[in-house]
């Protein structure tokens, strides 16, 4: 966009939409490296997603050590990762990390405290940023010994809310291996919301520390496995959902909530037993959505200046349409969006957000949902994005001159397209169904059909999809003289016999 002067030159709103995907692995017996003072610690892989087997590489992050205070050999980090998804934040943990007391002494103690990092979405370590970095590892400085602290083993899971609010840390080692869950906060973009008071949230409760208030009995190993969600028992409350799989021998799921707006205690909702001795209930848990809640969509923005003192805040709208080639040729929309304005048809969902400056990203986030009984599901759904400029505040006038509202730049396009792929199973790496069919047909073993002779006309059509993708949805179409009625059967073989009356 630019405003109507020459000295304040504003480039486009960067609204690509790029999806570069990679797979983030964990390794928790990987070799140290050069700087851990270890042989085995564990680490973090990052993959781009290609044919090539060996397209891994080992982030660099937690290399160095203070043999006065901590032991990193065998300290599995990479047990648990976890992302945001573009443009958030990464943790993973080291759940065996130890501090030390008083080492190489008679008087030589560790705890097994366990440790998490948290990283930027290009998998460094922002120093400018209060999130990133090891410092998670809310277990050190308590009181020791495995019937408190002792024997922590934070990280063990560890997962973010879905809406990108709090990150949610277990530790079954805790309270004689009760075990516990904590939810904290420290996101410097609630900060600039205004929300300087949220958390962190305990198990125990984060203040008291009282291992009565644990909803589980010794052993019970919970927050071994963490998901959380919306909605599940009351609509719009949080509820975090963690596994404690030795609880009573046979395992528990545990359904917890924030206990009130003053408290720091997360409490138990309702508490799922396992079915039977040694089940393990609660090994690993997910929320999914059964109830057509839908899918969460973000698009996000920024925008870019020159000079960088031009710096007004932005309000824009943002537009976001579906499937707007299948309702041009007539066809309905295979999704609707379920969070939309009053005046937004069920394709739409029209947000506005407040640029706060260069390159200070703003997000706007709605739900789609699948129609039900939809047969295409191989093309992609497309998704068109559009952005409009709805005003401009400056800050204090250095100039007599009238400020001037800046537009959109001509020369780039307003709109952007991504796309929604299903996961189509024998598809291949490329998500694109290459099939292979071939037919063949036989009609009753003779080329010339007497009906004075027969009654019945058998025609044998056999289709083979020779070493290609899956056919999904794959039809075949016959037609006949209007003065043959049609019947037909497929057989065992996937061999469909056409019988012509």
């Known amino acids: 966009m ?70 990193k050999e065998n300290q599995w980090m990479g047990v648990t990762v976890q992302s945001q998804g573009p443009g958030g934040k990464i943790v993973t943990c080291a759940h065996r990390y130890q501090r030390l007391l008083f080492p190489n002494t008679p008087q030589e103690a560790r705890d097994i405290t366990g440790r998490c990092y948290m990283l930027s979405q290009d998998l460094s370590i922002d120093s400018q940023s209060d999130e990133d970095g090891g410092n998670w590892k809310f277990c050190d400085g308590h009181t020791r010994g495995h019937e408190r602290f002792g024997a922590c083993q934070q990280g063990l899971a560890a997962t973010f ?66 998901d959380s969600g919306h909605s599940i028992t009351e609509k719009g409350k949080l509820i975090i959902v963690s596994g404690a799989p030795r609880a009573n021998h046979s395992g528990a799921v545990v359904f917890l909530r924030k206990q009130e707006e003053a408290s720091t205690m997360l409490m138990s909702e309702h508490i799922l037993e396992g079915p039977g001795l040694a089940s393990s209930f609660g090994y690993d848990v997910a929320v999914v959505d059964l109830n057509g809640d839908g899918l969460t969509v973000e698009v ?14 932005i309000t824009i709208s943002c537009t976001l349409e579906a499937e707007w080639h299948r309702r041009k040729l007539g066809l309905p929309s295979r999704v609707v969006f379920l969070e939309k304005n009053e005046m937004d048809q069920d ?26 009984g939809i047969r295409d599901k191989l093309r992609a759904i497309p998704i068109e994005v559009s952005v409009a400029i709805q005003s401009a505040k400056r800050g204090k006038r250095q100039s007599s001159l009238p400020q001037l509202v800046p537009i959109l730049d001509s020369t ?55 070493n290609g993708d899956d056919a999904h949805e794959a039809k075949l179409v016959g037609q006949f ?21």
């Open 481 to 501: 003289d209007e003065s043959l009625s049609y019947s037909g059967f497929r057989s065992l073989r996937t061999t469909l016999v056409l019988s012509v009356d």
């Open 2 to 71: 630019r405003p109507a002067t020459t000295s304040d030159d504003v480039t486009a709103i960067d609204r690509r939409v790029v999806f570069r995907w990679k797979l983030l692995i964990g390794a928790p017996t990987a070799r140290a490296l050069s700087n851990q003072g270890a042989n085995i610690t564990g680490g973090l892989y990052s993959c781009d997603i290609t044919t090539h087997p060996d397209d891994c590489t080992r982030v660099d992050f937690d290399n160095d050590v203070d043999v006065l205070v901590e032991n």
């Open 347 to 372: 394709f739409q969902s029209t947000g506005t957000l407040e640029l706060r400056g260069q390159n200070k990203k703003a997000c706007y986030k709605t739900k789609l949902r699948l129609q039900e």
């Open 412 to 466: 780039v396009p307003n709109k952007t397209i991504t796309e929604v792929n299903f996961l189509k199973e024998g598809c291949g790496t490329d998500n694109i169904c290459q099939s292979n069919l071939h037919l063949q047909y036989r009609e009753n073993g003779v080329p010339v059909i007497s009906l004075s002779d027969q009654k019945d006309i058998a025609l044998e059509v056999t289709v083979r999809n020779r």
């Open 161 to 226: 809310t879905k809406d990108y609010h709090y990150v949610i840390f277990g530790a079954p080692g805790a309270y004689n291996w009760k075990g516990i869950v904590r939810v904290e906060q420290k996101n410097n973009t609630l900060l600039e919301m205004g929300l300087f008071d949220d958390g962190p949230y305990e198990v125990g409760d984060e203040n008291r520390l009282d291992p009565s208030l644990v909803p589980v009995p010794a052993n019970s190993y919970l927050g071994f496995s963490l």
């Open 300 to 313: 996000c923005f920024t925008y870019r200046a020159n000079p960088h003192t031009y710096n007004p805040k």
